[in-house]
């Protein structure tokens, strides 16, 4: 179910309780590109733009909480703090941006998957305040070849040739991440 759609007026700002949704966008030609995935924590709509440039789909179910725009100006406006934790929250999402353009440009498929795994689990360690070894995936392998890059049977290999390697474990809804070390040295190739 979809949160937003691409194109919707975004008359709203959305931060994530529970849950994760797909963040895609649908080119001209028909084909859609993962363009993210939002956890718990992470606030939608914050752009400056009149409609969404992306849609927001939930890929288990998910709780938000939703602020009209101009109740949200209002909060932030009466809490600085809550201003001074979206400018961080900013300038940690524009490194995630800047990573994923180096990700889909420069590294095998190997090393996106490695590097997605990484960063998946900082994403939630920064969500809970703790890291695990099992990093919960609720995107398909479909979703996560959109975002990276890659075909589904590539992710799948991919996935298969670090768990034969020992570096993660396969879990139901997840991977554990076995061999950070290794994992750490193919994310940074």
């Given amino acids: 179910q979809a949160l937003f759609g691409q194109d919707e007026p975004a008359g709203a700002v959305f931060n994530v309780i529970e849950g994760s949704l797909r963040l895609s966008r649908l080119l ?10 939002a956890l718990p924590g992470d606030f939608l709509g914050l ?10 789909e939930a890929l288990a179910p998910v709780r938000t909480c939703r602020f009209e725009r101009r109740d949200f100006a209002r909060l932030v406006e009466a809490k600085p703090h809550l201003l001074m ?16 353009m180096l990700l889909l440009g420069r ?10 795994l990484l ?12 890291a695990s070894v099992t990093v ?7 979703d996560m070849g959109d975002y990276l890059g890659l075909t589904i049977e590539t992710v799948s290999r991919m996935l298969t ?4 390697a ?24």
């Fill in 28 to 37: 001209p030609d028909g084909r859609r590109q993962v363009m993210g995935f």
């Fill in 47 to 56: 752009a400056p733009q009149e409609r969404h440039s992306v849609s927001a």
């Fill in 85 to 100: 934790s979206l400018h961080e929250r900013a300038g940690y999402e524009l490194t995630l941006a800047q990573d994923q």
């Fill in 107 to 116: 590294r095998t498929a190997e090393e996106k998957v490695a590097a997605f």
């Fill in 119 to 130: 960063a998946l689990r900082e994403r939630y360690a920064r969500a809970t305040g703790h």
């Fill in 136 to 142: 919960e995936l609720p995107m398909g392998r479909q």
């Fill in 161 to 164: 040739r670090l768990d034969r």
């Fill in 166 to 189: 020992r570096a993660i474990l396969l879990v139901p809804g997840g991977a554990r991440l076995l061999d950070v070390a290794r994992l750490e040295r193919l994310a940074a190739s």
